[in-house]
């Protein structure tokens, strides 16, 4: 009985003593989840105060510039060969000057100055021009097709002849006019006296022959 007694004495003493470390143990590890709790708590604290700081955000690109594009040069206008005189005006727009010149006196010019001259081998009555070919290449026939404008020429000595070619020649008193190839500036009058048949026109349509070259003999009137 008495040794039943002790065996009940020492269970009881085991039991309490696993019942103790179990409840130690609980505490324990409720201790460790405590400051694990807090540990996150302090970790959560601590990124509250201070919080993430957001990266900053990537740099727009900055578009490449586009290469400038140079206008295209305008090439300059060409120029007339020296000593090559411009085609005689055509259209409406010839005019017919009277002026008076040094050395030569009255002359008819066109309106860039040009000198008109008559020729001998035509016909005045009725306008006929007998300049065709390599001759008008030489001397250029002045062609209009409408009225010349007129500045000291009376009106009523200018008209027209068709040529050839079916092209209109201004006339001044019957006599078909002309430019002169060689002049290769206004006023210029080289072709005064040529072949003694070529003569500067006066505005009344007769030869000019106060300056002529050497060797050139005034025709008769």
Avoid: H
């Avoid at 694990?36 to 957001?54: I, L, N």
């Amino acid at each position: 009985m008495i040794r039943r007694n002790r065996i009940a004495i020492a269970v009881a003493g085991g039991m309490a003593a696993v019942l103790a470390l179990v409840v130690w143990s609980s505490n324990a590890v409720g201790l460790q989840g405590t400051k694990v709790a807090q540990t996150e708590q302090v970790g959560a604290a601590a990124q509250a105060d201070y919080g993430d700081v957001p990266a900053a955000p990537p740099a727009a690109a900055t578009p490449a510039e586009e290469p400038l594009v140079e206008p295209p040069a305008t090439p300059a206008p060409a120029e007339e060969p020296a000593g090559q005189a411009a085609p005689a005006p055509t259209g409406a727009s010839v005019t017919l000057v009277a002026k008076s010149v040094p050395k030569m006196g009255d002359v008819v010019q066109d309106g860039d100055g040009r000198t008109l001259y008559r020729f001998d081998k035509d016909a005045p009555n009725p306008p006929k021009s007998n300049c065709e070919g390599k001759c008008a290449e030489t001397w250029p026939p002045l062609l209009a097709s409408g009225a010349p404008k007129l500045e000291g020429v009376d009106q009523s000595l200018v008209g027209t002849v068709k040529r050839a070619d079916g092209t209109e020649q201004v006339t001044l008193a019957g006599w078909a006019l002309y430019t002169y190839a060689k002049d290769e500036a206004p006023g210029q009058w080289k072709g005064q006296g040529v072949g003694g048949t070529w003569f500067v026109v006066q505005p009344n349509g007769k030869r000019n022959v106060e300056c002529l070259p050497p060797g050139v003999t005034a025709p008769a009137a």
